[in-house]
């Protein structure tokens, strides 16, 4: 028997009871489906993910006060006052890949408006820290050159903060009021919305870098040109890696650490972030796998249910064909080639609802959704392998019946 | 393939079955031959071993004890698939209870056999059509079963026994679910087949469809009692 003739009589025997073959498929449809919908709004939420890293700019490095954790104890973080406004203008001037740096220091305090109070973060910056990290203004001003020479007491108040204090009212030229000190409001930031870990970037406050250390309390006196971090930016194109190599060095020289000594300060770039991010999803892939797994195994024991069913049925039919010259192997492709139809057709419609479905929740949710070829290709091949795994035990069955006996059975 | 052997020679043929306790010889050493032509009445009271003799003629199964050349070739030392290949190319097989796929048109199940002799597409339709006309079935090709009469219905499966042109045609009691009237205008079916060169070995246990035969053979419990020749009536049809 030719394949061809096989997959014929396969598809003669599923018509013969459409409902039966359409419930069996159900199990295989389902999880292709589900795998392919979930793997798109999956790999959708991540490509819009990477987009927002992207243009953040993977050319920023940030460079923080403080030793990196070490065996889950973090040493001294911060308490020694060591980097320096002077450490971020010497990494501008000595190392050839750095456009900018933005030193900043950064303070969890009250902030007052009236009768109003408002926890939020104080960074004292200056004005390319706005640019480093791609700050729009959207009422007044930005921090100046001047106000941070100056030490002027002014503040850029951040969406929420606004929200919160003026309750969306237009705060330009109000006062406001930090520990003791009264500070002027010379503009609103633009909305940033969440950052990718979830936490709220509009609460924030900017004050020029001069002001915050000196009129804010808990800033290390020890050491008036500290900084807790500093944004260095690369121009594009520039070795990522060496850039921070040369940075690190740098400091440590600066610092005057001998070899063997702990960097105390740290390094982070935004390629990091992005991995970080890229495990978290590549756990979902793992569980959406599992899920699928389990699904497809459903399918298969669906399969192999009504296989068994459908060989116990045709047990004189089985008894002709073998009578009639059928070998054993006939027999057994025969059912094998049924069982793996039907798993591929039910693979077929469910790759169909799967993409319709992730394109309904783009429509309806809005979500981003991206169909990955490769997941529609797996879900198909391992349907197939389903198919073909939970069909075999029901042909051996065929394929071993004794013929007279077979042509006997009522 | 020695063709001044008899097609069948069977030698001390012996089958039991293992029931409970007991083991049922259902057929007990018999030995005979059948030439090339020859119309085989097989006779008996039910449970006389007839269809556990026509099995074993059939390659469907196989003696505990004995032998049994098919054309001159030793069939018990065949491995199953090349069984399968002897069911499929020299001998046709027609049942009792016809045994047509339900499903499929009389052309179809005509057409079964060759899908396992490896028969291309349109050949196969063709012969498919040539055997069902022979059988007096022209026209009746898109039918399914349901559509046709009992006597209709073993006309297709007697096409689809011929349909591979094997050497010998088996049939276990092919009128026994039919009336007299049509199961007379099956065995002049058989008859002109047999005419036509075809070896013929039929069971009945109707004296009345025996007739027909030019030899009858007698089984009783699992024995050979009888064997002798006779002039066969004509059927006429
Ligand atoms: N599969 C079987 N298992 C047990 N006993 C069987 C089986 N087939 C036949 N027999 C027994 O063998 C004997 C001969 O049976 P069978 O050849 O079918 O007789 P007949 O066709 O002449 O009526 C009977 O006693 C029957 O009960
Ligand atoms: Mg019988």
């Known amino acids: 028997m030719t394949a061809l003739d096989a997959l014929r009589s396969a598809l003669d025997s599923l018509r013969a009871s459409p409902l039966r073959s359409a419930l069996t498929m159900l199990g295989i449809v389902i999880g292709v489906a589900a795998v392919i919908a979930m793997v798109a709004v999956g790999a959708g939420a991540r490509d819009q993910v990477m987009r927002q890293i992207a243009s953040l700019g993977t050319n920023l490095v940030m460079v923080g006060q403080g030793s990196v954790v070490r065996s889950g104890v973090k040493l001294g973080a911060g308490t020694a006052a060591t980097l320096t406004e002077d450490d971020a203008t010497a990494i501008l001037n000595d190392i050839p890949a750095v456009t900018v740096t933005a030193p900043s220091v950064r303070w969890g305090l009250q902030i007052v408006a009236g009768n109003q109070n408002w926890g939020t973060v104080m960074f004292g910056i200056t004005p390319d820290y706005m640019e480093a990290r791609d700050w729009s203004i959207v009422q007044g001003r930005g921090i100046s050159d001047q106000d941070v020479t100056q030490a002027e007491k002014v503040v850029v108040l951040g969406q929420t903060v606004v929200r919160s204090l003026f309750g969306g009212g237009d705060p330009v030229g109000e006062q406001v009021r930090v520990f003791a000190t009264p500070l002027t409001v010379v503009g609103v930031l633009g909305e940033k919305g969440q950052n990718t870990q979830g936490q709220d970037q509009d609460d924030v406050i900017f004050l020029p870098l001069s002001t915050a250390k000196r009129n804010i309390p808990g800033m290390a006196k020890s050491n008036p040109r500290f900084i807790h971090s500093v944004v260095v930016k690369t121009h594009d194109g520039a070795d990522q890696d060496e850039a921070q190599a040369q940075i690190r060095e740098l400091l440590r020289q600066r610092h005057r650490l001998i070899d063997g000594q702990d960097d105390d300060f740290w390094m982070r770039n935004l390629s990091e972030v992005a991995a970080t991010r890229d495990a978290s999803s590549r756990a979902l892939s793992f569980l959406l796998a599992a899920v699928a797994a389990v699904s497809l195994l459903v399918g298969g024991i669906g399969i192999m249910n009504i296989m068994l069913v459908s060989v116990t049925e045709r047990t004189r039919e089985i008894g002709l064909r073998l009578a009639i010259g059928a070998r054993r192997r006939d027999i057994l492709m025969q059912f094998l080639i049924e069982s793996t139809t039907l798993s591929l057709i039910g693979a077929a419609v469910g790759v169909v609802t799967g993409i319709g479905t992730a394109m309904v929740v783009a429509g309806l949710a809005g979500w981003p959704t991206l169909i990955r070829l490769d997941s529609v290709v797996l879900a198909v091949v391992v349907s197939g392998l389903v198919g073909v795994f939970f069909g075999l035990y029901p042909a051996r069955r065929a394929s071993r019946l004794n013929p007279i006996e077979a042509l006997r059975h009522e | ?237």
């Open chain 2, 1 to 237: 393939m020695a063709s001044d052997a008899p097609l069948i020679a069977v030698d001390s043929l012996s089958r039991s079955y293992r029931m409970g306790p007991h083991r049922v010889k259902a057929l007990d050493g018999v030995t005979l031959r059948v030439e090339r032509g020859e119309f085989v009445a097989v006779m008996g009271p039910s449970g006389s071993g007839k269809s556990t003799f026509m099995n074993l003629l059939g390659c469907l199964d196989r003696p505990d004890s004995g032998r049994y050349a098919l054309d001159g070739e030793e069939v018990g030392r065949l491995s199953s698939d090349a069984l399968a290949v002897v069911r499929n190319r020299r001998i046709g097989f027609v049942f009792q209870s016809f045994n047509l796929l339900p499903r499929q048109t009389a052309q179809a199940n005509v057409e079964l056999p060759m899908l396992y002799a490896g028969v291309a597409h349109a050949a196969r339709a063709e012969k498919a059509l040539a055997a069902l006309a022979a059988v007096g079935l022209d026209g009746r090709a898109h039918h399914r079963p349901t559509q046709l009469s009992g006597g209709q219905q073993q006309r297709v499966a007697i096409a689809r026994a011929l349909v591979n042109d094997p050497v010998l045609l088996l049939a276990d009691e092919p009128t026994g679910a039919l009336d007299t009237a049509t199961s007379l205008e099956i065995m002049a079916l058989f008859q002109r087949l047999n005419r036509a060169g075809i070896t013929v070995v039929l069971v009945t246990h109707e004296p009345d469809v025996a007739r027909f035969a030019r030899r009858v053979l007698s089984f009783r419990d699992g024995h050979l009692v009888d064997d002798r020749a006779q002039v066969p009536e004509e059927a006429l049809a």
